[in-house]
């Protein structure tokens, strides 16, 4: 190999030619390694939380005698949120389709009201397969929907709407209040 050949015409040294094509070469970086960090002498790590990552806390006191609940439970999320992502099978595809919906959580009951009521197409596929997933940022449950037809019923379920989302905003998004939802945590 000669220097002709090691470095083209206009290359820069550390390039080498292949043909029309140039080559860049670097040299390799130093591997360092970063200590690992450790808790200050006196204190050990202990779960805080079920499946939860360590916390560091003092080996001076003792571990506490209760937790308190996780408070990313789907019932805490359902009350802080005004939006849940709702996975309902296709009806002719069986496949997964997920779209964001409004609801109300009144005591263990959650309620959907569908856009365009009964012409919904998450309403229809509903109707073939009521079972689907809820997920609220994270929170995920998988509940039984069942429709609501009566007429004083539905009513009331979009009260309820009225009340949590105002009645402007139903009346802006809702064009049809023939048919609810309502499913049960448990």
Known sequence: MNSNDAVGPGASPGQHSMGNRALLLRAPRPQTRRPRPRPPRGW??????P???LQITNSQFPPPLYTLPMPDS???RLSRYRQIKLTVT???SKRPISIPVWFVLEDDTLYLLPV???DTQWYKNV????????DARGAEA??????ITDAAQVSLVVEKFRDKYGAEDVKRYYSKFDVAT???LS
């Open 44 to 49: 050990v790590c202990v779960p805080h939380f």
């Open 51 to 53: 499946n939860d990552k």
């Open 74 to 76: 789907l019932r805490d």
């Open 90 to 92: 296709g009806r002719v």
């Open 116 to 118: 365009q009521g009964s």
């Open 127 to 134: 109707l073939k397969d009521p079972k689907v997933r809820i």
């Open 142 to 147: 998988q509940l039984k929907l069942m429709p």
């Open 182 to 184: 309502h499913a049960h």
